[in-house]
């Protein structure tokens, strides 16, 4: 298809997957699906790792009820959905996709994991630990925040999520409710820096335990350092590498 980056800016490619197709790294569509079929086939199990690479949201759920009549829940969980998740952080992490695969890909997680959650029942359910998410207060974005959110939750963590324009004590008192051991601060604009800080301080003086990660358009690791934070998260893939390293995960 001719000038897909025309057509995506124009609105006319939905999603930008006719953009994603002619410029990212992974298979097309129709690859994986063929893909998927043969090993349905052979295996009786399809690709799921492969569909969460090309963000396959529709097709995932059949093929994980299906994987579900074989498999344990937890054992697709890890041996699937999660390597999707890597595969796809490396490649954006590197360029080689975008922004629309790494969203893409965490709606098909999303839709199996909604299928593997009815699979568990109402039982108690694995979870990789508790963390608060914020936008500081004066700051009304969380773009950032809500992509985060969502990876991360596909990753087995449980999200509180605070929303945008929180006060650093109301951050705090939650944390302390919820006993966490790791808090994500957001900020977009230079001018609530300031309270992403005093957030900080007023943590290291009253829950000087808990890790604290942040990241916004205007942090970097250097400015992150400077106000005291633990962690400087560029994108929501290095908040799953920090996760796993607060929380001692795979």
């Known amino acids: ?11 006319l490619d939905v ?15 129709d690859e994986i699906q063929t893909k998927s079929t043969q ?4 295996s009786g199990i399809p690709d799921l790792k492969a569909m969460v690479v090309d963000g ?3 097709d ?30 490396e490649d954006f992490e590197k360029g080689d996709i975008f922004l ?18 009815k699979a568990m029942g109402n039982g ?12 500081v207060k004066g700051d009304v974005h969380d773009i950032g925040k809500n992509i985060l959110k969502v990876i991360m939750e596909n990753y087995g963590y449980r999200i509180i999520d605070m929303g945008k324009d929180v006060a650093g004590e109301a951050i705090l008192e939650k944390a302390r409710s919820e006993d966490v051991k790791l808090v994500g ?41 400077s106000i005291g934070a633990d962690y400087y998260g560029k994108d929501a893939r290095a908040g799953v590498e920090i996760a796993r390293k607060v929380f001692g995960s795979h």
């Open 15 to 29: 999603g930008c997957r006719d953009y994603v197709a002619a410029h990212g790294k992974s298979n097309s569509r």
């Open 124 to 135: 108690e359910q694995a979870s990789e630990g508790t963390i608060i998410l914020a936008t």
């Open 56 to 58: 396959l949201k529709d």
């Open 60 to 89: 995932i759920v059949p093929a994980v009820k299906k994987a579900l009549e074989e498999m344990e829940p937890m054992e697709i969980v890890n041996r699937y959905l999660i390597p999707g998740l890597d595969q796809v952080g």
């Open 39 to 42: 090993q349905a086939e052979s």
């Open 185 to 225: 601060l957001s900020a977009l604009m230079t001018t609530t820096v300031k309270n992403m800080e005093s957030t900080i301080a007023l943590f290291r003086k009253e829950l000087p335990d808990v890790k604290i990660m942040v990241g916004g358009a205007v942090m970097n690791e250097e400015y992150a350092a």
């Open 100 to 117: 629309p695969n790494l969203i893409f890909s965490g709606e098909t997680v999303q839709n199996a994991f909604a299928e593997i959650k």
């Open 1 to 11: 298809m001719p000038f897909p980056p025309i057509r995506a800016l124009a609105g």
